[in-house]
Nanobody
Framework: EVQLVESGGGLVQPGGFLRLSCAAS????????MSWVRQAPGKGPEWVST????????????YYADSVKGRFTISRDDAKNTLYLQMNNLKHEDTAVYYC??????????WGQGTQVTVSS
C-alpha cells in the first residue's frame, strides 16, 4: 500500500506559477507510474498528467492533458519518494483540487487527500 500526501497549493494570480509536491510512503514508489488528477468545483475528476517509472535513469516518459500541455511539467525524484507538478502560466480554469494518484489504470488504486489551487486576481 502507498500513502500519498500533496502540498504546495495556494492562491495565485493568472499568469503565475506554483509547484505541487506529493510525498509517498513506502519503498515501492519507484515501481509506480504516477499521475496528477484535478477536480474543479462542480465537475468530475480530470486527468492532468502521468509520468512512467524510469528505473535507474530516473523519471520515465511523460504524458499531459491538452489543457495543460506546454504549461505544466511533471517530474519525480525516486530517491526522495516525491512527485512534482510545476505549473506555469496558470489560468482561471486551472482552479481545482489537485490529487496525486497511482496504482493500476484509471481510476487508480491510491490517492492523496488533495491540495487546493486557486487562480484568481
Amino acid at each position: 500500500e502507498v500513502q500519498l500526501v500533496e502540498s504546495g497549493g495556494g492562491l495565485v494570480q493568472p499568469g503565475g506559477f506554483l509547484r505541487l509536491s506529493c510525498a509517498a510512503s513506502g519503498s515501492t514508489f519507484g515501481s509506480y507510474d504516477m499521475s496528477w488528477v484535478r477536480q474543479a468545483p462542480g465537475k468530475g475528476p480530470e486527468w492532468v498528467s502521468t509520468i512512467n517509472t524510469g528505473g535507474n535513469s530516473g523519471g520515465g516518459r511523460t504524458y499531459y492533458a491538452d489543457s495543460v500541455k506546454g504549461r505544466f511539467t511533471i517530474s519525480r525524484d525516486d530517491a526522495k519518494n516525491t512527485l512534482y507538478l510545476q505549473m506555469n502560466n496558470l489560468k482561471h480554469e486551472d482552479t481545482a483540487v489537485y490529487y496525486c494518484a497511482c496504482g493500476g489504470n484509471w481510476p487508480y488504486d491510491y490517492w492523496g487527500q488533495g491540495t487546493q489551487v486557486t487562480v484568481s486576481s
